[in-house]
């Protein structure tokens, strides 16, 4: 199903020049089934490389192959095969959901009965019931994402590009999102190319994660490789920054390696044997503090870019208690 090499999509010393812009310099990707994430700041070339791979768009130089099919010669036949959930508000206003979806699903080549069929389970699928009757214009943000992501699924796509599906939704709205672009690669079996400005958001979707800086590949690895440079925990006590010490101070003397990070403390994982969960739960209770957040510590974009600068030195600690 995937080419010769098995990839997904494949990228050859891949460059575009937009006159003096250098959206993407020389870049060698490989991308295999599953969802991967590709992360960037904005102008990083995230949308420029999936124009490039739906063939919308030529390089400079350099190629690539999309379910095994060169972009330069395969355009229609990687379009047919592939669907685009585009960044941009693209939904004609006066339409509805679900008049719309059907029309991409005829223009895809499906004949009238089975397009309405097929309009409708994705449309239930993406969550847009009753409201799929009603005009686009109308729609909010988040209803506006779920109508692009169902015509990017009508055709039964082997591989879609979501480019960034969770823009512009509230924190509810981008965690229903984000399930749903799980869902899509482990029910659905179609390969997914998701993009986002946040290596957080995608991290709990991805199995593999490409990030991109001003057009150059930083890195490509799978997501517990980010994970486990990410596995420390965040934990907040409530009241101030002498909370905030004192807390710190008796999780180093537990014999935790911790930081101040803002308000919060970042823990770094623990020995085998030994729960963090625990030793936070335990320390806050013997210091009669009340423990505000314990969370997974999700970096944003700007610290992958940064490993190589010191995190700051850990909070001097007693050695383990006891
Ligand atoms: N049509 C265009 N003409 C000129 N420059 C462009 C065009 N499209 C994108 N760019 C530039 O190319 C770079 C990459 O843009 P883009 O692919 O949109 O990044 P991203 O999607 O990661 O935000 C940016 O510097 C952007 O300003
Ligand atoms: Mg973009």
Known sequence: MTGDSGQVIETTGLTKHYGQVHALTDLDIEVGDGVTGLVGANGAGKSTLIKILLGLLEPTSGGARVLGHDIATEGQEIRRLVGYMPEHDCLPPDVSASEFVVHMARMSGLGASAARERSADVLRHVGLDEERYRPMGGYSTGMKQRAKLAQALVHDPRLVFLDEPTNGLDPAARTDMLGLVRRIGSDFGIAVLVTSHLLGELE???????????????????????????????????????????????????????????????????????????????????????????????????????????????????????
Do not use: Y
Request: aromatic letters at 2%; hydrophobic letters at 40%; a negative charge.
């Open 204 to 322: 709990q979707v991805s199995d593999h994660v490409v990030v991109l800086d001003a057009g150059h590949l930083l890195r490509s690895s799978a997501t517990g490789d980010f994970l486990e440079q990410t596995g420390s925990l965040l934990v907040e006590v409530v009241g101030g920054t002498t909370e905030r010490d004192r807390f710190g101070e008796a999780l180093a003397a537990a014999g935790l390696t911790c930081r101040p990070r803002g308000t919060a403390i970042a823990v770094e994982p623990a020995p085998p044997g030994v729960s963090v969960h625990d030793l936070v739960r335990d320390t806050a209770a013997d210091l009669g503090l009340g423990l505000m957040r314990l969370q997974p510590d999700r970096r944003h974009l700007e610290d992958v870019f940064h490993d190589d600068v010191p995190l700051g030195d850990p909070i001097p600690g007693g050695g383990p208690r006891g």
